[in-house]
């Protein structure tokens, strides 16, 4: 099964094929209201029960695909500014204004966690699918969804394709594509930063993770949820460690992305490397291929890899060392 992939990969090769094959079609999910919704929910339950108790005041996604839904969502629990990242540009106002109906009629009601049957992959799972009102309270709701507000919001969401509206201070939505650099979002003004199903999209990841330090605030937190399978690349939920450089080359094919194929160990190592302390951390383990079955370079990888389909990683910024420094060595002028 191995060779269909590849020649579907020598297919997409072709100069001229992308005219007759859309490389960048829609991400799906996120043109649904309710998934959107769901998401956004399961991102702040978990943060809650980790630590972070608080309405983040600016939220940036990375990879939103097929609309703002779930910056939406922020906006629409409290948050006071979203910021979307992405690479390819999917997502238009009409599309976004009929999603922000939805959502506002799901947080006014108060609708419970969706986890329909088309749901059911869905990941980070709770224990509880009942609307957070211990978190988002009667308080916070009447704030968030004041009528004001909800014309701010649809407001920017009708200038999305406008780029000064989008640069004044009052815009509640920005929407950047493609972003490139660290410059893209001012250092140390997000609250908390969030993905689904994006990280292993993403061919630099380091620079990925340098970038949502700089742009976190002191304690801000990390929310991704990250899918370690082959994605539509293999039979098999590992077959993308299967494929050397050259036969990874061809199945890519032209597209400016695919996945990264990089393993969970590898977001564990750059989360601390660039500065987060890991507050929650949640596998989906899956059926640990033979390491006869992989190219020699994913041979080496230690079971918790092999295993490992899907992770649910969040972190804060850990305060600068200069800021606890001034803690610790306060006490010692008093002693001088």
Request: with cysteine; proline share 4%; charged share 25%.
């Amino acid at each position: 099964m191995k060779m269909m992939y590849l020649l579907k990969g020598l297919f997409k090769n072709i100069p001229g094929v992308e005219k007759i094959y859309n490389f960048h079609k829609a991400t799906g999910g996120t043109n649904n209201a309710r998934y959107c919704y769901s998401v956004w929910l399961r991102h702040i339950i978990h943060a809650y029960e980790n630590g972070y108790r608080q309405i983040p005041v600016q939220v940036a996604e990375l990879g939103p695909g097929d609309s703002l839904g779930i910056g939406i969502s922020a906006l629409l629990s409290g948050a006071e500014k979203c910021v979307a990242l992405d690479i390819v540009r999917y997502t238009d106002a009409q599309k976004n204004l009929e999603i922000f109906d939805e959502l506002v009629t799901l947080f006014r009601n108060k609708t419970d966690v969706p986890r329909d049957p088309s749901f059911a992959q869905i990941q980070p799972e709770l224990n509880d699918y009942s609307f957070p009102r211990h978190i988002l309270t009667d308080s916070v709701l009447t704030a968030a969804l004041q009528p004001d507000r909800l014309v701010k919001i649809r407001l920017a969401i009708e200038q999305l394709d406008n780029p000064d509206f989008a640069a004044s201070p009052d815009c509640m939505i920005c929407y950047k594509v493609p972003w490139t650099d660290t410059a893209v979002i001012e250092t140390g003004k997000v609250d908390m930063i969030i993905s689904q199903a994006v990280l292993q999209h993403i061919d630099d990841l380091e620079l990925t993770y340098l970038s949502m330090n700089k742009w976190l605030k002191e304690g801000g937190y990390i929310s991704h949820c990250i899918d370690l399978r082959s994605m539509g690349t293999s039979d098999n939920w590992y077959g993308h460690w299967s494929y050397n450089d050259l036969q990874w080359k061809i199945v890519k094919g032209r597209k400016k992305y695919l996945i990264n194929r990089l393993p969970y160990s590898k977001h564990i190592a750059l989360a601390s490397k660039y500065g987060f302390e890991i507050q929650n951390e949640k596998l989906v383990r899956s059926a640990m291929p033979e390491r006869k079955e992989l190219a020699p370079e994913f041979r080496t990888f230690d079971e918790k890899d092999l295993t490992t389909s899907n992770l649910f990683l969040q972190a804060r910024k850990a305060v600068a060392l200069s800021l606890l420094n001034g803690f610790l060595l306060s006490p010692l002028i008093f002693l001088i």
